[in-house]
Structure formats: structure tokens, C-alpha cells
Nanobody
Framework: HVQLVESGGESVQAGGSLRLSCTPS??????MAWFRQAPGKKREGIAR??????????TYADSVKGRFTISLDTAKNTMYLQMNSLKPEDTAIYYC?????????????????WGQGTQVTVS
């Protein structure tokens, strides 16, 4: 497993923006993703990116499409989630996930490494 360190979660007003970061302990991961879990709800996959194709291979959940952007900075070995036009329903703990294999789907069972989570609160 790979250690993942997340940062960037905080409280923000509706309509605002945040950028989450996730840095893996190794540069050998292939697919990275963001999931989120709101109180009382199931963990939801919201965005994934292929480490080799970058922006050419991304997937977004319908709930965030057009508002969130996932990206990779290979020089910094860091993945980002730019979140714009935030809504109260975006409030959740956001988790970074990674796997050394190519994962084309936003399924939690396809990722073997997870971060500790960072809280995003939109009011």
C-alpha cells in the first residue's frame, strides 16, 4: 500500500472554491481518485485520473461534473481537486485513493490505498 497525505479541507461559504491536495509516498501509483462520504451516506466516488494519460483520462461523477476538476502535477507528485461553485450538499469528508493498476471506474473496491480524509464543510 501507498501512504497518501491529503490537505486543503476547510469550511467555506456556498459558491466558494477550495483546492484539495493529495501526495503519495511513492511515484509508482497509476490511478488516483477522490471519494467523499457525507454523514449517514455511502462513500461516493467523485473523480479519478490516470497517472499516464493525465487530463486525457478522467472520470467525474454527475454530481460534480462541470464544477470540480482533478489534475496531476507530476513534478510535485501531487494530485489536486479544484472545487468551484461549492454547494452545501458537497459537505463531506473527502478521501484520496490510489492504486498501482489502471482503474477506469470510480469504485472504492478498485483502490488499495487511502488517505486519512479531509473535512470540507459548505454553509
Amino acid at each position: 500500500h501507498v501512504q497518501l497525505v491529503e490537505s486543503g479541507g476547510e469550511s467555506v461559504q456556498a459558491g466558494g472554491s477550495l483546492r484539495l491536495s493529495c501526495t503519495p509516498s511513492t511515484d509508482t501509483v497509476r490511478t488516483m481518485a477522490w471519494f467523499r462520504q457525507a454523514p449517514g451516506k455511502k462513500r461516493e466516488g467523485i473523480a479519478r485520473i490516470d497517472g499516464l494519460s493525465g487530463a486525457a483520462s478522467t472520470t467525474y461523477a454527475d454530481s460534480v461534473k462541470g464544477r470540480f476538476t482533478i489534475s496531476l502535477d507530476t513534478a510535485k507528485n501531487t494530485m489536486y481537486l479544484q472545487m468551484n461553485s461549492l454547494k452545501p450538499e458537497d459537505t463531506a469528508i473527502y478521501y484520496c485513493a490510489a492504486d498501482r493498476r489502471f482503474c477506469g471506474f470510480l469504485r472504492a473496491d478498485r483502490f488499495d490505498s487511502w488517505g486519512q480524509g479531509t473535512q470540507v464543510t459548505v454553509s
